[in-house]
C-alpha cells in the first residue's frame, strides 16, 4: 500500500471542517479532506439548514392559526410532501458543489471511512493511506441509541428530516431541543405527539422559567409531555408499535424517534493507533484545540471535548485550528459568550448565565422578568406564550444573562449577546433609538 503525504489531513467535511480547510490552503499547505458520508457535514445536510426549512413552515401555519377570526381566514394546512420539496431543492447539489470547490483549489478529496494507521497516518477504507504533519479531527456527533428490546425500530432525528409523509402519531425519545423543535414541527403539520424525558427536567441546559413557557405552548398544541418516564421496550405489531415505558403505561404509534443525545464521532480512533486520547465527551484537548497525546492532532467541532456542540462555535474551531496550525497554537475560542436557540413555537433565545448560575456564583444582580402577551408585538401575531427573563449586574449595569421565550426571541438574544461581548450597559441599551415597533425595540423594555 502505498502512502501519499500532505501537510495537513481533515477527517471529516463539515462547515467547522472547511473553515480549516480553505484557510490552510489559502496558505499554501497542501491538504487532503476524507469523509465517509457525503460532503457537506451535519449542519448543511442533516441538521440546522434543513431543519430550518421545517420550522419555518410551521412557524408560518401556526402564526395565521393564532389570527385565525382576528383577521385571517381559511386556517392553513402543512403539506408535507410539498415542505419536503422545497428542503431537498435546498439540499440539491452540495456535497457535489464542496468537492468540485475543494478540487477546484487544489485540495485532494477522499472518499471513506478513515482509520488512525499511525499517529502521523490516516487509512481509508483498509485501501489507501495518507501521511501529514497534522491530521485534524473534525467528524462530529453520531445520534445516542438507547439498549432496550425493539432499539432496531427506533429512527433518529435524520428520519425524521427526510420523511416522505407524516405518520400520524410519533413518540419522542428524549426532552432536548431536537425532540421539542420536531414534536413541534410534527404537532404544527398534524401529527399526535408524545414525548419521553427521564428526569423531571427537559430543556435542562436553558432557563427554567422559559422552559415551562414552552411546556405551556406545547400542551396548548396537543403535545403530551410525560417526564420521570421512559422506555423499556418497543415491539413492532402489525403497522404499528407499542411502547413499554418504566411506568407501566404504553403507547401505541406509528414511528418511534429517538433524539435522547448525540455522542462524539471517535470511530476515526478505533484501533488506538494513534495515539489520541478521548472519553466520552470527545477528543481530549488543550485550549488551543490540540490533542493532548498526540500534538500532530487537532480536534474541533462536536468530536473535540468543549463545553459546546453548536455549529457557530465548531466553525470558529475551524478557523482557530487553521491559524494554531500556520502560526503556533497562539489561539483559543472565547466561551464567555455564545447565544444558543431552541426553535420551538414560541423560540428559545439564551446568552450568558441563568438565574440559579448567577447564584452558586454569589453574583450581585437584579432580574428583570415578565409576560410580552400583552405587549403589541405579541397582540399583533397573537402570541399566547412568551415571557423574559433578564440578568443585569448590580456592580456594573451590564448584562450577564438573558433568556427569551418568544416570536423572534434568537434574532434578538444575538444583539444581547454582541451587548454582553462588548460590555454595553443595560441603560445605554434602553436608551438607544431603536428601530421602532421591532422586536429588537422590544428589549428597552426588559432591560429598564
Known amino acids: ?74 386556517e392553513p394546512q402543512t403539506n408535507w410532501a410539498d415542505l419536503q420539496t422545497l428542503k431537498n ?23 471513506g471511512k478513515a482509520r488512525f494507521a499511525a499517529p502521523d497516518q490516516i487509512e481509508i477504507d483498509g485501501k489507501e493511506r495518507l501521511q501529514a504533519k497534522n491530521i485534524v479531527l473534525a467528524t462530529g456527533a453520531t445520534p445516542r441509541v438507547s439498549k432496550i428490546p425493539g432499539s432496531e425500530y427506533v429512527k433518529d432525528s435524520e428520519h425524521f428530516l427526510n420523511m416522505p409523509a407524516l405518520p400520524k402519531r ?3 425519545i428524549g426532552g432536548g431541543y431536537i425532540s421539542f423543535e420536531f414534536a413541534h414541527v410534527a404537532a404544527t403539520a398534524g401529527a399526535e405527539v408524545t414525548i419521553l424525558h427521564r428526569s423531571d427536567r427537559p430543556l435542562k441546559a436553558f432557563e427554567k422559567d422559559m422552559v415551562d413557557i414552552i411546556l405551556q405552548a ?35 404509534v406509528d414511528l418511534v424517534i429517538e433524539a435522547s443525545g448525540r455522542l462524539p464521532n471517535l470511530s476515526v480512533l478505533e484501533g488506538d493507533l494513534g495515539g489520541v486520547d478521548s472519553s466520552n465527551r470527545g477528543v481530549t484537548v488543550d485550549q488551543h484545540l490540540q490533542s493532548v497525546s498526540n500534538p500532530r492532532v487537532y480536534a474541533i467541532g462536536d468530536c473535540a471535548a468543549t463545553p459546546y456542540q453548536l455549529a457557530p462555535v465548531a466553525d470558529a474551531e475551524g478557523k482557530i485550528a487553521a491559524q494554531n496550525i500556520l502560526n503556533g ?120
Open 89 to 111: 431543492a435546498f439540499l440539491d447539489g452540495i456535497p457535489e458543489g464542496e468537492v468540485k470547490e475543494f478540487q477546484d483549489a487544489g485540495i485532494a478529496t477522499f472518499f
Open 218 to 252: 406545547s400542551e396548548a398544541m396537543d403535545i403530551s409531555v410525560e417526564l420521570n418516564e421512559s422506555p423499556t421496550q418497543i415491539e413492532k405489531i402489525d403497522d404499528h408499535y407499542r411502547v413499554a415505558c418504566k411506568s407501566g403505561t404504553h403507547y401505541e
Open 329 to 448: 497554537n497562539r489561539e483559543s475560542f472565547d466561551a464567555s459568550v455564545v447565544p444558543t436557540a431552541v426553535f420551538t413555537l414560541p423560540n428559545i433565545g439564551a446568552v450568558g448565565m441563568t438565574e440559579e448560575q448567577a447564584k452558586e456564583k454569589g453574583l450581585d444582580f437584579r432580574i428583570n422578568k415578565g409576560t410580552t402577551t400583552g405587549w403589541p408585538s405579541s397582540k399583533r401575531i397573537g402570541e399566547k406564550h412568551s415571557a423574559y427573563k433578564i440578568l443585569i449586574s448590580n456592580d456594573d449595569d451590564t448584562i450577564i444573562g438573558a433568556h427569551l421565550a418568544r416570536h423572534n426571541a434568537p434574532e434578538v438574544v444575538n444583539i444581547f449577546a454582541l451587548a454582553m461581548k462588548h460590555g454595553i450597559k443595560a441603560t445605554e441599551l434602553a436608551n438607544f433609538p431603536w428601530a421602532y415597533p421591532t422586536y429588537s425595540s422590544d428589549l428597552k423594555y426588559m432591560v429598564r
Open 170 to 172: 410519533i413518540l419522542f
Open 1 to 74: 500500500m502505498t502512502t501519499r503525504a500532505f501537510d495537513t489531513i481533515v477527517v471529516g467535511s463539515g462547515t467547522s471542517a472547511y473553515f480549516t480547510i480553505m484557510g490552510l490552503n489559502k496558505a499554501g499547505q497542501s491538504v487532503a479532506v476524507v469523509d465517509e458520508r457525503d460532503y457537506g457535514g451535519t449542519c448543511a445536510l442533516r441538521g440546522c439548514q434543513p431543519k430550518k426549512y421545517l420550522v419555518a413552515n410551521a412557524e408560518a401555519v401556526a402564526q395565521a392559526r393564532h389570527l385565525s377570526g382576528t383577521g385571517v381566514d381559511n
